[in-house]
């Protein structure tokens, strides 16, 4: 059996690897795995995880780590959930950093980036209208 912190390890593992694009592009990805998978918040409780985060400082998806963290698991949740979340983008970033001070042009990665924009643009549309709805329609988000 898989206890709570290396669950909640593997879902923000998962959530920061696939996280591009920032704040809002993450959302649907916290929903589908936190709300919808693990069912750790409720779309309400996610509604009102945005509008918290948007007055604390720091980004989006670090915030929602921590918060979720520390409701599923307490000040050890938080530091793993958060550990988790920015693990995979220090990964890539010392990759990328590693290549970019040999003074070596990453094509491949120019291309990725630029597919990657659409698909973003996307996350963040149905980011807006999950948040819109749930906020308009649910008694609880008013």
């Known amino acids: 059996m898989i206890n709570e912190l290396t669950l909640l390890y593997l879902t923000f593992l998962k959530i920061g690897a696939f996280a591009f694009g920032g704040g809002y ?17 409720t779309i309400a409780e996610l509604t009102d995880l ?3 985060s948007q007055i604390t ?9 921590t918060f979720i963290g520390i409701k599923v698991a ?27 001070f040999k003074g070596r ?6 291309n990725i980036l630029k597919g990657l924009k659409p698909a973003i643009r996307g996350l963040i549309m149905i980011a807006a209208i999950d948040l819109f709805t749930s906020s308009v329609s649910s008694p609880e988000g008013i």
């Open 25 to 41: 592009a993450v959302l649907p990805l916290i929903q589908k795995y936190v709300v919808n998978d693990m069912s750790w918040l």
């Open 50 to 52: 945005v509008s918290l």
């Open 57 to 65: 400082p720091g980004p989006i998806a670090i915030n929602a780590a």
């Open 74 to 100: 307490g000040i050890h949740g938080a530091l793993v959930a958060t550990a988790a979340e920015v693990t995979p983008s220090c990964i890539l970033m010392l990759v990328l950093g590693y290549f970019l």
């Open 105 to 110: 042009k990453i094509k491949a990665m120019d």
